[in-house]
């Protein structure tokens, strides 16, 4: 039998650029996935936003990479991932609103983000078309953007390949095997495999995997649904965020409510249920889009001719807090955590993939212990992020 340092269990957002990261630093690196090919599970869900614009350091600092890594594959290996960095933009409509966005800003220049609070003009120039009704301004970073998730797990896939990384796909993990409470292996419903280290990725699966190992991990997903037009001319470049509550009682409420033009010239759109979805339901509903037509046409009059192609659903592994769940956990020897990574795990991943790389050599940072001690499992999950 052969013997892998790392098993990842999941070809998602996260355990693919992990499966890269390992194999790339020298680790005989496996990836086990129930379903046939990568991405096929929530990372091809993910509408591509990608930021570093959050307010907890952690998250700042692993998507910072994350963003390097995304704006420099093309020219580092080849392959158009459609990244486009076109910014964030978090626009105000309250003064509440307006000043939760301020109040972050020096937090957030202060862990390296570029970020600066703009007025109402400079929102209509970088969102032309915008409903000026009552805005105040916003937040704009533009380092963040975003990219094709599919087009990026694929080529992240190809690359963790030629540095010999092995997947097998259509293999489900059913146990996890210890001797004196370290692992040597796991089984699957084909195999089983021998390895000192397994990475739980498995996305809104992950608590499934947690109880091999009797832990408890407080991942429950979430449904959330997204949807595209057909492609128009391009005419903005951030993502924009509206974080106003929308009361809608035929259609549902919702909170969050964001979109971005991708590359294709297509627009591309999601929101928040409110309250929270809970289950892994993934058949898109009926209620969605005269629910989120609304708010499109409300924030942006002019989209009121457009068509939408398709709209789909999908999960967020959601925490209590909004944080990933990482690293690893006491008394589970060989066990490692890249889970819980609720709206946020295609721009995760990357940075995650490499820290759980150093993780497992033991070639941790300074700034690694700080990230993994803010996303330990034994955490305190009671402080919410304010843009979770
Ligand atoms: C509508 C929508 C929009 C979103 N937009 C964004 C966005 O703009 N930006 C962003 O960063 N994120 C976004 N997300 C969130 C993002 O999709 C998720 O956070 C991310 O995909 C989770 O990554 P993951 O690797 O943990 O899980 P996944 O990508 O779902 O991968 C987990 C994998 O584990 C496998 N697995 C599970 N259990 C087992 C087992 N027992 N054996 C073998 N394999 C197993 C699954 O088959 C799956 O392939 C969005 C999500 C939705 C639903």
């Given at each position: 039998m052969v013997d892998y340092d790392v098993i990842i269990i999941g070809a998602g957002s996260v355990g693919v650029p992990t499966a890269l990261a390992c194999a790339s630093d020298g680790l005989n690196t496996l990836v086990i996935d129930s379903l046939p090919s990568v991405s096929q599970a929530d990372n091809k869900h993910a509408i591509g936003g990608i930021r570093a614009t959050h307010t907890q350091k952690g998250k700042i600092w692993l998507c910072q990479r994350s963003i390097e890594i995304f704006k420099n594959w093309e020219q580092n290996f080849g392959d158009d991932i459609w990244w486009s960095q076109g910014g964030y933009c978090f626009v105000a409509y309250s003064k509440e609103h307006q000043k939760m966005l301020k109040s972050n800003i020096e937090l957030q220049k202060s862990y390296g983000l570029d970020i600066n609070y703009i007025n109402k003009e400079d929102?209509?120039?970088?969102?032309?078309?915008?409903?000026?009704?009552?805005?105040?301004?916003g937040t704009y970073s533009p380092e963040d953007g975003n990219a094709s998730p599919l087009l990026s797990l694929h080529a992240f896939y190809r690359q963790s390949k030629n540095f010999q990384a092995e997947y097998r796909f259509n293999e489900t993990v059913t146990g996890i095997i210890t001797k004196n409470g370290i692992i040597t292996g796991l089984k699957t419903n084909?195999?089983?495999?021998?390895?000192?280290?397994?990475?739980n990725a498995a996305g809104g699966y992950a608590n499934i995997i947690g109880k091999m190992m009797n832990i408890d991990l407080p991942v429950i997903p979430e449904?959330?649904?997204?949807?595209i037009t057909e492609p128009v001319k391009k005419f903005f470049n951030p993502m924009v965020v509206d974080i106003r509550p929308a009361k809608d009682e035929v259609f549902?409420?919702?909170?969050?409510?964001y979109f971005y033009q991708n590359k294709e010239g297509k627009i591309i759109f999601c929101l928040t249920p409110q309250p929270s979805i809970i289950g892994t339901d993934r058949r898109e509903t009926s209620s969605f889009l005269p629910q989120i037509t609304k708010r499109m046409i409300s924030l942006m009059p002019r989209?009121?001719?457009?068509?939408?192609?398709?709209?789909w659903r999908g999960l967020y592994p959601?925490?209590?807090d909004g944080n990933p769940i990482l690293g690893r956990v006491e008394g589970?020897?060989?066990?490692?955590?890249?889970?819980?990574?609720?709206g946020q795990g295609f721009m995760l991943g990357p940075g995650i993939g490499e820290l759980m790389s150093r993780l497992i050599r033991t070639k941790l940072t300074l700034k690694d212990k700080e990230i993994l001690k803010d996303f330990s499992f034994t955490r305190d999950y009671n402080k919410e992020e304010d843009l979770k």
């Open positions: 929102i209509r120039s970088l969102i032309p078309g915008i409903n000026e009704d009552n805005l105040l301004g084909k195999n089983k495999y021998n390895t000192t280290h397994i990475v449904s959330h649904e997204a949807g549902g409420n919702s909170s969050n409510y989209l009121k001719n457009i068509k939408i192609r398709r709209t959601m925490t209590p589970a020897n060989g066990y490692i955590n890249a889970v819980g990574m609720s």
